[in-house]
């Protein structure tokens, strides 16, 4: 992409990797954050993208902020809105397809302090707070992570 002055690729396993990308701003860019100023709204990570463009992103905010954005963004940028509603954010874009029993045995790992370093709590303990077998709550663990 030639607005893409300079990349830095941060491995975190081996099929995945962080990307931290310095772009330079094109006219584009700017109508783009023009549309989002002095609104009310947030961006939802993740944001995907293909070689040319943002290809999906969730906006959260009120009624008159999102119709103004679109408004604002319709003459310059070429877009689809694919959903409207009501936001929960437990079922945003980052734990879609995780269950509440998945979120709640997750919730409890971190109250007992499973994931506090050094760690407080054993999968044992997490499991008979959560009234699950130790394996039961390790795969509910590692489905949420």
């Given amino acids: 992409m030639d607005s893409i002055a300079w990349y830095d690729l941060t491995p975190v396993s081996e099929t995945s990797f962080y990307a931290y990308v310095c772009q330079e701003t094109r006219a584009a860019d700017e109508r783009w954050r023009a549309a989002f100023a002095r609104r009310d709204l947030v961006v939802v990570p993740p944001i995907t993208y293909d070689a040319a463009s943002v290809m999906g992103c969730a906006i959260v905010g009120g009624a008159a902020d999102l119709r103004a954005l679109l408004e604002g963004l319709s003459a310059a940028i070429d877009m689809t809105v694919e959903r409207l509603g009501e936001y929960d954010h437990r079922y945003g874009t980052i734990t879609e397809g995780v269950t509440d029993r998945q979120l709640a045995v997750l919730g409890?790992?971190?109250?007992?302090?499973y994931y506090d370093t050094?760690?407080?709590?054993?999968?044992?303990?997490?499991?008979?707070?959560?009234?699950?077998a130790p394996s039961t709550a390790s795969n509910h663990l590692r489905k949420t992570e």
């Fill in 108 to 113: 409890t790992a971190v109250e007992l302090g």
């Fill in 118 to 132: 050094p760690r407080t709590a054993t999968l044992r303990e997490v499991a008979a707070a959560a009234d699950c």
